[in-house]
């Protein structure tokens, strides 16, 4: 369903024969680094192997937030809130973000506890979240089921924005600064001369360069596994709807434990069941079994593992390839999941309960996609220490909507050599390395 409702943008037929710098994935992580690199003047080139946009940063959904997140990870976050908030003006485009707030519902003690102690920190580092009561969040939410809930929590300056034009609406924007993009135009690896990144290998072709941005997304760890690099990267399914209601549920963004919802620019709204990712096992989940081990630990109530057709899939997909045939990304164009019906049915029937007005509520949409996430669920952005030249800007753990012009500023800035706007240190890939990875905040 994605593919059809996406916006779809001019884009170029051939990439160049040399640019200043390649970038590896059209999506929000590849193209704000386009984007940004393309205004500080570099010639950019952005190879994209299926649509811009296509996979995580259309599926996802649209939820910009800061609240809620790994501490560690919080001023990389709140700089990406206001990058999204002057986006529109200084780029001219409309990705549909809009400061509306963000509210978490919570019921059980479980859940209060998660988010008062999270209203906490939220104090400690002066963010404007507020704690509502019941009388409280009847306030702020009208449709709310009366005394449904016991706590709340609100952060004003959140927001959200259109998936499926957000990131198109970017690479508009990119293109204009003169930065080339390329759609279906799998890069198969890169080559080095001399102990540094020399070339990148498309299928339309070489890319000279000294410089290249690995953003592939759900790809990254496949992509540098033929480079011999160990990033690890496992995915989740998550399954998503969009409804039809006969009345308002207001703006903002709504998470309970067991449902969420999101107002659409298209006047419907985007719903899930939260908390319910589906993790199958593959090969890698037995080869990354002790990496994420305290993840699956800390985290295992959101977390239903299935063994499936994923496994024979993963299975039958090359770890190493060279890069003068086509290979599994020209084979893969756009990774497309079956969504879950009956966690759609979850979520609309948790929903109903939570927001009355949902019980009439019309499916129009159903999709899916597959987060891709790391062991501590904070991205990596950095250079890849084995491949000099080579930056990585990945595992952005199912908060890269969010957070990705943020990582999109952080790797240009990287790449670029200047002082990095944020501190790179907790995203260094080099924190794989050590032993007693404590998991991140919840994706
Ligand atoms: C169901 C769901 C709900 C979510 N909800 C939210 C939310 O509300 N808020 C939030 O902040 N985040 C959310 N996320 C997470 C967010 O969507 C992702 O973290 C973010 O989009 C990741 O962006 P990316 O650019 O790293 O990856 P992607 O968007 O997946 O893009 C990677 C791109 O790289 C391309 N690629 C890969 N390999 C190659 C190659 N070799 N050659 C050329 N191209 C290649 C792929 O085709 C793909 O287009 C959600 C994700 C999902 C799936």
């Known amino acids: 369903m994605i593919l059809d409702v996406i916006q779809r943008i001019e ?21 704000t680094a386009t984007l940004f690199l393309a205004e500080a003047g570099l010639k950019v080139v952005l190879c994209e192997k299926g649509v811009v946009g296509g996979e995580q940063s259309s ?22 809130l206001d990058i999204w908030r002057g986006l529109d003006k200084r780029f001219g485009i409309d990705t549909g973000f809009r400061e509306t707030g963000i509210t978490y519902v919570c019921r059980t003690p479980r859940e209060v506890k998660e988010f008062a102690d999270w209203a906490d920190l939220a104090d400690r580092i002066g963010m404007a979240s507020e704690r509502l009561d019941p009388a409280g969040l009847a306030r702020k939410l009208p449709g709310i089921a009366k005394d449904y809930f016991k706590f709340g929590l609100h952060t004003s300056n959140d927001g959200r924005a259109e998936p499926w034009r957000a990131v198109p609406q970017m690479a508009m924007a990119a293109r204009k600064l003169g930065a080339v993009i390329v759609e279906n135009c799998a890069v198969r690896g890169v080559e080095t001369s001399a102990g540094h990144l020399s070339e990148v290998v498309t299928e339309k072709g070489v890319i000279r360069t000294e410089r290249a941005i690995l953003a592939g997304g759900a790809w990254s760890r496949m992509f540098l596994g033929n480079k011999g690099v160990n990033f690890p990267q496992l995915k989740l399914h998550g399954t998503v709807a969009r409804v039809e209601i006969d009345g308002d549920a207001g703006d903002m963004p709504v998470g309970g434990g067991d449902f969420s919802f999101r107002k659409r620019l298209d006047g419907g709204y985007t719903v899930a069941r939260r908390n319910w990712n589906v993790a199958s096992i593959t090969p890698d989940s037995f080869r990354l079994l002790n990496t994420y081990l305290p993840t699956l630990m800390s985290s295992w109530r959101e977390i239903q593992i299935r063994l499936n057709g994923e496994f024979m899939k993963e299975v039958s997909m090359p770890r190493k390839w060279g890069l003068d045939t086509p290979g599994v990304f020209e084979a893969n164009r756009t990774l497309d999941p079956q969504p879950m019906d009956n966690y759609n049915r979850h979520a609309l029937k948790n929903l109903a309960r939570a927001f009355p007005v949902f019980k009439t509520a019309k499916l129009t949409h159903t999709w899916a996609g597959m987060i891709d996430a790391t062991p501590d669920a904070i991205p990596a952005i950095g250079p890849v220490s084995e491949v000099p030249g080579l930056f990585l800007s990945s595992g952005y753990s199912g908060h890269g909507f969010g957070s990705g012009p943020g990582g999109g500023q952080l790797v240009s800035d990287l790449v670029r050599g200047v002082t990095p706007t944020f501190d790179p240190a907790p995203f260094s890939l080099e924190r794989f390395k050590k032993k007693g990875l404590r998991p991140g905040g919840a994706a």
Do not use: C, F, K, Y
Request: hydrophobic share 40%.
């Open 11 to 31: 884009t170029d037929a051939q990439p160049p024969e040399a640019a200043d710098v390649v970038i590896i994935g059209g999506g929000i992580a590849g193209v």
């Open 59 to 80: 599926r996802n959904w649209g939820w910009v937030r800061q609240m809620g997140r790994d501490p560690v990870e919080l001023p990389l976050t709140m700089g990406s």
